[in-house]
């Protein structure tokens, strides 16, 4: 079975994405993300595959509890920013 590249893990309360950087003929491209308490989300860079990426990992985070800082699920959160 392929390792994937990204592996979400639990840790006690949350869940946790892992970047699997063990392929040296892969390339990991790296994003940074912001997080606005004040605003309650969660910002990219602005590029389409900044936006992408945030939807990613939303979608691996996903629970059906909401989530503290956006107030809504992973699902809701990577529809709303698609």
Avoid: Q, W
Wanted: net charge positive; glycine share 6%.
């Amino acid at each position: 079975m392929p390792r994937r590249l990204l592996s979400p893990t639990l840790e006690s309360d949350y869940i946790s994405v892992g970047v699997d950087r063990s392929k040296k003929s892969l390339r990991v491209k790296y994003d940074a993300f912001n997080v606005d308490s004040r605003l309650g989300r969660v910002t990219s860079s602005g590029s389409l595959s900044s936006k992408l990426y945030l939807c990613r990992l939303y979608t691996l985070i996903s629970h059906c509890l909401l989530d503290p800082l956006t107030g809504r699920t992973g699902t809701e959160e990577a529809l709303r920013i698609l």
